[in-house]
């Protein structure tokens, strides 16, 4: 279906009852919150007796009931079922139901957002779903290092790490950013943060720019700086962890300017003579480059530059810039 991978992701033992024989408990994402990752919905069944099948729904599109029945899954997971959800941008409905054989039995509720890009805006009425909190992490304690030694979380290897146990699938793209690849995740994330743990440390640039003065520098030289730059909102462009596009983009390089400078879509761009011709922006390779296609940020450095438009190589002139690619 489209909105669950039916792959079960995480070894969890239940630890704690709900109380009515037939409850169900969403453990995560809670009602209510708001997301940044579509990574796991994960729910709790009852306990006395256990049900023996799940149906998970998300925005209208129902699982068939999932069996999780069999001893060799109850010595593995206990009451718990761990999934890889697919939720759309924005608000989505989950529903859960339990059943004993084909007999539904209860039925839980949630809505929740997605945001799944940094530069929109928190969505009102719902809370950033925190999940590092003593009485959220219990249920996972059975299985998972909920209380790792700062030595645990120095191991650079996914299988030792105790971060790795659940984020690791996060780091399954192309390119990847150097500190998350191999575990320094306490070095962006706070041990000590309160009331939840590891959050991540104040000031998106300030944090950035610890590792990235070359940049820095950069910027301090140029005459004028990208608006997103300026503000210090680097992960309006970039991931912290993983993507599948080059510098850890959160989507193409065109689309992600597109997204912004949605004119330069909609009008000629760089008209050649009479003709008004609009000069490709995608879809071609970059004659100036290394085989890779041509975008927006073949032309304009998403920086900082010389000129407004920010062109590359420190270049001013438009009739320099475009002597780049034509000669004659």
Same mark, same amino acid.
């Given at each position: 279906?489209?909105?669950?991978?039916?792959?079960?992701?995480?070894?969890?033992?239940?630890?704690?009852?709900?109380?009515?024989?037939?409850?169900?408990?969403?453990?995560?994402?809670?009602?209510?919150?708001?997301?940044?990752?579509?990574?796991?919905?994960?729910?709790?069944?009852?306990?006395?007796?256990?049900?023996?099948?799940?149906?998970?729904?998300?925005?209208?599109?129902?699982?068939?009931?999932?069996?999780?029945?069999?001893?060799?899954?109850?010595?593995?997971?206990?009451?718990?079922?761990?999934?890889?959800?697919?939720?759309?941008?924005?608000?989505?409905?989950?529903?859960?139901?339990?059943?004993?054989?084909?007999?539904?039995?209860?039925?839980?509720?949630?809505?929740?957002?997605?945001?799944?890009?940094?530069?929109?805006?928190?969505?009102?009425?719902?809370?950033?779903?925190?999940?590092?909190?003593?009485?959220?992490?219990?249920?996972?304690?059975?299985?998972?290092?909920?209380?790792?030694?700062?030595?645990?979380?120095?191991?650079?290897?996914?299988?030792?790490?105790? @971060?790795? !146990? $659940? /984020? %690791? +699938?996060?780091?399954?793209?192309? *390119? =990847?950013?150097?500190?998350?690849?191999?575990?320094?995740?306490?070095?962006?994330?706070?041990?000590?943060?309160?009331?939840?743990?590891?959050?991540?440390?104040?000031?998106?640039?300030?944090?950035?720019?610890?590792?990235?003065?070359?940049?820095?520098?950069?910027?301090?030289?140029?005459?004028?700086?990208?608006?997103?730059?300026?503000?210090?909102?680097?992960?309006?462009?970039?991931?912290?962890?993983?993507?599948?596009?080059?510098?850890?983009?959160?989507?193409?390089?065109?689309?992600? @300017?597109? !997204? $912004? /400078? %949605? +004119?330069?879509?909609?009008?000629? *761009? =760089?008209?050649?003579?009479?003709?008004?011709?609009?000069?490709?922006?995608?879809?071609?390779?970059?004659?100036?480059?290394?085989?890779?296609?041509?975008?927006?940020?073949?032309?304009?450095?998403?920086?900082?530059?010389?000129?407004?438009?920010?062109?590359?190589?420190?270049?001013?002139?438009?009739?320099?810039?475009?002597?780049?690619?034509?000669?004659?």
């Amino acid at each position: 279906m489209k909105h669950l991978n039916m792959v079960v992701i995480a070894a969890l033992v239940a630890l704690i009852c709900c109380g009515n024989a037939y409850a169900l408990q969403l453990i995560y994402p809670l009602d209510g919150t708001y997301v940044t990752k579509s990574n796991y919905l994960i729910v709790k069944g009852g306990t006395d007796p256990l049900l023996s099948g799940l149906t998970i729904e998300i925005n209208g599109i129902k699982s068939d009931i999932i069996d999780v029945s069999p001893e060799v899954y109850r010595n593995a997971f206990g009451d718990m079922l761990v999934v890889e959800p697919s939720f759309d941008p924005g608000e989505n409905q989950i529903v859960v139901e339990g059943y004993l054989g084909a007999e539904r039995m209860s039925t839980v509720k949630a809505t929740i957002f997605y945001q799944d890009r940094f530069d929109v805006a928190s969505p009102a009425g719902f809370t950033r779903e925190i999940f590092h909190d003593p009485v959220r992490e219990q249920p996972c304690a059975g299985c998972h290092n909920m209380t790792p030694s700062l030595a645990d979380l120095a191991s650079p290897e996914a299988r030792q790490n105790p @971060c790795g !146990s $659940c /984020h %690791a +699938r996060m780091l399954n793209k192309a *390119h =990847v950013h150097g500190p998350a690849g191999v575990y320094e995740c306490t070095y962006c994330h706070d041990v000590d943060s309160t009331p939840n743990k590891y959050q991540a440390r104040p000031g998106d640039a300030s944090l950035c720019m610890e590792c990235h003065e070359d940049k820095l520098e950069e910027y301090r030289k140029s005459a004028f700086v990208h608006g997103p730059i300026d503000a210090g909102l680097c992960m309006v462009c970039h991931d912290p962890h993983a993507s599948s596009e080059p510098s850890q983009l959160v989507m193409p390089a065109y689309d992600l @300017c597109a !997204s $912004c /400078h %949605a +004119r330069v879509v909609d009008e000629p *761009h =760089v008209t050649r003579g009479s003709v008004g011709k609009k000069h490709p922006i995608k879809g071609v390779i970059n004659p100036a480059g290394n085989g890779e296609d041509l975008s927006c940020a073949s032309c304009h450095d998403p920086h900082s530059g010389a000129s407004s438009a920010m062109f590359r190589w420190g270049l001013s002139s438009r009739f320099a810039l475009c002597a780049k690619c034509h000669n004659k």
